[in-house]
Each structure stands twice: as C-alpha cells, then as structure tokens.
C-alpha cells in the first residue's frame, strides 16, 4: 500500500508555523532580558508611595478638555443600572469599553498609567477589566474587598516589591470630583501588606476616602482592602477605572468576543497586547502556534495592520508630563 504524501504546501505552512512559534517564544525571551529603561523621578516616587501605602493619588493628569469630551461620550451610551449591591443598584458601569469608543485606548495606554504597571507586572500584562463607573445619587457604600482576591492566589505581602510580583492593579480616572459626601473610593491604607486572612477591623483600623478633581488618577495595587462609598449627594460621582493583570492570568472580561475583529487594526499596538493580542512566557496566547498578530493580520487590508495614531486626544493631552504630584 502506497503511503500517502502531505502535500508539499500543506507542510510548507506547518514549518512556518513552527518557525513562527519558536520564534515568538525567542522574541519573548528576548524581552525578557531586555532591561526597562531607567526610571525618571517621577514613575520612581508613584511607584516609592504605591510599594509603601498601597496606592496614590496624582492631580491634573487629564486636561479639562479630554475630562469633558470623556463625560460626553460616556453619557451617549445607554446602560442600565448594576444588578446587585456590589455593582451598585444606583450605579451605571459601562463594560468593554475597547470596543465602545477610541478614546478608551488613549485612557488605558496612558503613560502615568503605564509607566507604573510596566514595573509592577510581567511584559504583556493584560485588561483584567476596563469601565465606567458612575453613582448616583442614593447609592449605598460597596462591601470591602481586595480586587486580586477574585484570582483565589494566597497572599504574600513579602512580595511587595518589583518588578512584576503584583497579581494585578488598578488605575482610576476622576471624571467628576470625586469626594466622601459623593461616594469617592475608600480604602485602608498599607493594607496590602496584612497577611493572609486579615480582614479589616472598622473599629480599630483606619480608612480614608481619596478625594480628587476631575481630572485626576489613582493608582492601587490588587491587595489593597477599599470599596466605593455612599452617594450622600445631589450630583453624580462618574469615573474611569482600568484593571490590570499579570499575563498569565485569565482576564475577567473576554475581549475577543467583545472586540470586532475589524476593530484590531484600529487599535494602537499597546492597546491590542492589553486585550490579549500578545503572547506571555511561555506560550500563553498563541493561535494554532502563530502570534496572534501575525494570524489576524491575514483578515485585514492587505494583510496589514493599519493602525492611525489617535493624535486627537495625545494633542489634548499634551501637558501629561506637567501632572502635579
């Protein structure tokens, strides 16, 4: 019986494709080795206050204009309220933002943002999570909790240091003044370095609600015990908060479901590797042992990704190294 041949294109792209998956495992471990470049003074004392009191709060970080043209967009997009007390039953969170407007990729690959996340998580950290959140008046307080605990990793507080040994960390934008009175995020401060089990004590720990402009952002790390406030007032409390994790982790939002492929090539590259368009060590994220990227690529234009930098916002945004501490 004659033995059957694999026809000779068939193991051609067999070959590529194993030549792609090793190479894309060597161009991780490439970067890997590659060093970060050296810290400036600013990304060094977010990162001093974060590793020492869980979080921090920077003014000024967004300019009025991208603030009002956020609120705008916001607003244009229905959504009903949370479902339960921990979304909030007077809260309205929008979910999948990547797909909902462009300026999202702007806020997520912010580089007050990301210059802190790049040393506190392994290279091609992804969205765990990326909303608005905005309360309205009547909301109640939300229950304490730590965002990592969802990952059910135990803690180890030894490990607040970097690089890269945070399960995960949030960035949040004000797009309202955020306050006590209209429910601005509280938390325990240095409560990321309690061991495992420790739960707050409301009689004997202190807790702080972070007040900030519009305009401003804070940074937590995943083990910090907070939770949103009550909203006590007559306005609405509307913020931007982007979730971060290692890449090794599963994201809580699926955004290649909620991401129209044709979408992709719209995106800048920092924003397709947050929503999975990457690949971790040591092969995590693969399609049929191609680069993400690289198998994608084949529905797009010409077999190319044709991404145009979004200068509208970057322009607006242009006092960014200006940010007060």
């Known amino acids: ?20 998956h090793v190479e894309i495992i060597e161009n991780f471990e490439a970067e890997q080795r590659k060093p970060l470049p050296a810290m400036d003074k600013q990304t060094k004392h977010d990162l001093e206050v974060i590793l020492r009191d ?50 999202f990729d702007y806020i997520a690959t912010h580089p007050r943002v990301t210059n802190i996340m790049d040393r506190l998580l392994l290279p091609n950290y992804l969205l765990h999570t990326y909303s608005t959140i905005e309360l309205h008046p009547g909301e109640t307080s939300q229950p304490w909790h730590t965002d990592a605990s969802q990952f059910r990793i135990p803690r180890d507080p030894s490990l607040n240091a970097i690089p890269h040994t945070h399960i995960s960390a949030n960035s949040m934008f004000a797009i309202d003044d955020f306050t006590e009175e209209n429910g601005g995020t509280r938390i325990f401060p240095g409560s990321h370095l ?24 804070m ?11 009550a909203n006590r007032s007559a ?35 920092r924003m397709r590797s947050l929503v999975g368009f990457s690949v971790a060590a ?34 607006k945004g242009e006092l960014i190294g200006d940010a007060k501490i």
């Open 194 to 217: 309690w061991p495992q089990g420790r739960l707050p004590d409301l009689e004997k720990d202190r807790w702080v609600a972070c007040d900030m402009k519009a305009g401003g952002l």
């Open 219 to 229: 940074v937590w790390v995943g083990g910090l015990w907070h939770a949103g406030g």
């Open 1 to 20: 019986m004659e033995t059957e041949h694999v026809k000779p294109e068939v193991q051609k792209e067999y070959v590529n494709n194993y030549l792609d």
């Open 282 to 315: 040591p092969q995590f994220g693969h399609v049929d042992g191609v680069h993400p990227l690289r198998y994608i690529t084949k529905h797009m234009d010409g077999g190319r990704l044709q991404y145009q930098k979004r200068e509208k916002w970057e322009r």
């Open 54 to 103: 869980g979080y921090i709060i920077i003014s000024d970080v967004l300019p009025p204009s991208v603030v009002s043209d956020l609120r705008s967009i916001i607003h244009s997009i229905p959504t009903p309220f949370g479902r339960n007390n921990f979304e909030g039953t007077k809260t309205v969170r929008i979910q999948a933002l990547p797909a909902k407007h462009e300026i």
């Open 235 to 269: 306005g609405k409390r509307l913020g931007v908060l982007a979730h971060y994790c290692q890449p090794h982790l599963r994201p809580q939002e699926n955004y290649a479901l909620s991401i129209d492929p044709s979408e992709i090539s719209k995106m800048s590259p």
